[in-house]
């Protein structure tokens, strides 16, 4: 992890659904669709 302490702050800083961790960048491709989803699906309410 890049920043082993940012699930201490992060959930301060975007709330406790506003953001997600990834344990590797590999990660990214998989995981970028599911993320777009959800923040345009906020957006849409």
Known sequence: ????????YLPRMFGPRGYTVLCSVAQLP????????HLTA????
């Open 42 to 45: 906020a957006t849409a309410r």
């Open 1 to 8: 992890m890049a920043n082993a302490e940012g699930t201490a």
């Open 30 to 37: 998989e995981r970028l669709p599911e993320i777009y989803r």
